[in-house]
C-alpha cells in the first residue's frame, strides 16, 4: 500500500501543518488521499451512549450523526488496522506512528533532531526547517532525499513518483490493455487517482500446466480461464 508517515522530534514541530499542505496539493492533482492521525490521549467520546457501547463489549462501534460518522475500534495495532479499513487505492498519510514501519517524512529543526534520523527506520524525506541544518544534513547523509518544510511541491511530488512505482509493481506488467489502460504504468497512475486495484483482471494469474511443463497463453485467453475457472467455483458451498 503506498502509507506514509509524518514525524517529528516533538509536539508542535508542525506535522499537523505539514499534512494538510500535502492534502491539499496531492488533491490539486486528482490523488485520492486517506489519513490516519495518531492521538496521544484517549479519544475524547462526546456522545456517552456511544462509551457506553464499548464499555459493555462491544469490537466495533458505528457513530452516526447528521453531518458525519466514525468507527470506534478497540484494536490498536496500526498495520492491522490500515490492511483492514484503508482501501489498496491512493495514497495514505499518517501523522504521527514513528515506530511503523511505513516510510517516513521526518520534520527537522535543530542538530539534535539528527538523533531521530539515526534512530528511524524507512526514512523516506527529511524535511527541514532552516536552510543551515538542510546543508548539514546534505553532507552527512548523502543518499537521504531532503528538503525545506515549505517545498510541498516536492514531497508531494515524490510520495507520487514512489505510489506509482509501488502500485506498479504489484501488477502482472503484461501491457494486456484488458483494464481499459494501454499500458500498466497508465493503469498504476490511476489507481493512486481512486480506480480500484482489482480492476486488473490479470492481478491473479491463471497458469496451465501439462507434464510439468507450463503452457504460454496469451492475457484474453487466460482471462476467459480464469472467468470459467470462478464460475464453477462460484457453485460450490463456502466458495468466495
Known sequence: MQVYCIVGARRGIGKTRLVEKVIEKL????ITVYTVKKSSKKIDLAEK???????????????VSPQDSVVILKRKNIEELIRQYIPENGVTLIEGFRESKYPKIIIVENLDDLKLIEKLDSKFIIACKNENLKRIIDEKYENLATCMIDDVNYIVNRIIEDSIAKVYERLPKLNCGLCGYKKCIKFAEAVIRGEE???CPMKIRVKITVNGKELKIKPYVELVRRKVIEGFLKSLKGFN
Open 197 to 199: 486495484i482489482e480492476k
Open 49 to 63: 451512549d456511544t462509551s457506553r457501547h464499548l464499555n459493555a463489549g462491544a469490537e466495533l462501534t458505528l457513530a
Open 27 to 30: 488533491k490539486e492533482k486528482r
